[in-house]
């Protein structure tokens, strides 16, 4: 019999000897003595629910009915589906046909462990879609001013004007590039993991990508920050505006149409998402040798894509250091979770 069930029978039986215990009743009265185990059948109801339903999913959820509310009482649209959900899912997807190919005879069980793993960032991408009814509405300032004296402070020069020392249209489309793959850096790591069958280390990185992404979303609701290409347009000389040789104009094109959240620069989550994907290349580099081929790969295409958030006029240097300090708040929230997780999974009995 799984442990939760088991748990509950010796809770059901303890009020039912209580309710049998009629003086009993009387003499302490109904509420003192069934009040405590309804209670504690509640709170290992709930606790069996976090084991099975996980931390990310049970976050993210809460967040999704949150905004919800918030869009449709403050009269904005909710988006059900946008092109931005495309890549994760074709990936999981991808990811479901392999398991099946190597393992054919348990390609149903496999496939909804999959499905599950890979459903909060269907919820990620939701949430990111409907921001823009939300943020532009709660706070109705602009700290881009402050971001930029903060970047003059520390550096003396404005970055993203300094930047145009180097420029040209070969290096704007190298660094589009770099920038192009802050999503996709992780999502490789973790296809990896999902084809190996590396569970637990595929739901702690994707615990640390959801609070990554909430601590994101919550510093574009209630701390708007446009970007130096914006703020400072009027700024740029030499060139007034970037050009590339092939794909730059095409990708920025395609940023402009999926950018739904106005002022949103502070922190980088370009930055904070591929902070995780570094983390997890390291923590995993000797795991086997394409996870050490990996880490090798990712160290100059993620630092790459860090200098090109200020190259592109994307971010201030301080959204920067926001980016690493929102991963690295994420990243020890996570560690904390999967150790209570995991004792919630032996509790019950549920495989990991």
Not at 215 to 237: A, D, Q
Request: glycine share 6%.
């Amino acid at each position: 019999m799984n442990k939760f069930w088991q748990i509950m029978t010796a809770t059901r039986n303890t009020s039912t000897d209580a309710i049998g215990s009629l003086p009993a009743i009387r003499r302490r009265g109904f509420v003192k003595t069934m009040f405590p185990v309804l209670i504690k059948g509640l709170f290992e109801r709930g606790l069996y629910r976090i084991a099975t339903i996980g931390f990310d999913n049970l976050v993210l959820m809460f967040m999704t009915l949150l905004l919800v509310g918030s869009a449709i009482s403050l009269g904005g649209q909710v988006r059900l589906f946008q092109a931005t959900v495309i890549l994760p899912v074709v990936i999981m997807l991808f990811a479901i046909a392999m398991r099946i190919k190597r393992d054919p005879e348990n390609w149903r069980e496999g496939s909804m462990y999959m499905l599950r793993d890979w459903v909060p960032f269907v919820l990620v991408v939701f949430l990111y879609e409907n921001l823009a009814a939300v943020a532009g509405q709660v706070m109705p300032f602009d700290i881009a001013g402050v971001m930029r004296e903060w970047d003059l402070v520390i550096l003396g020069v404005e970055p993203t004007i300094w930047a145009q020392k180097i420029y040209s249209p070969l290096l704007t489309d190298i660094m589009s590039l770099s920038y192009a793959l802050y999503l996709a850096e992780p999502l490789f790591l973790m296809f990896l993991l999902s084809l190996w069958g590396k569970r637990a280390e595929f739901r702690h990185m994707a615990l640390t990508l959801t609070f990554t992404f909430l601590l994101g979303f919550t510093g574009y609701v209630f701390l708007p920050c446009s970007p130096p290409r914006y703020f400072i347009e009027h700024l740029y000389t030499d060139p007034i505006r970037l050009q590339g040789l092939f794909f730059f104009d095409r990708l920025q094109g395609a940023w402009d149409g999926l950018s739904v959240v106005s002022g949103g620069a502070f922190p980088s989550l370009h930055v904070g998402i591929s902070a995780v994907a570094l983390i997890y290349a390291f923590k995993f580099r000797n795991m086997n040798k394409t996870c050490r081929i990996v880490w090798y790969a990712y160290v100059p295409m993620v630092t790459s894509l860090w200098f090109s958030t200020v190259y592109l006029r994307h971010h201030w240097v301080i959204d920067i250091f926001a980016g690493w300090f929102v991963t690295g708040v994420a990243y020890l929230v996570s560690c904390a979770l999967m150790k209570v997780w995991r004792r919630l999974r032996m509790r019950y009995d549920l495989p990991f």
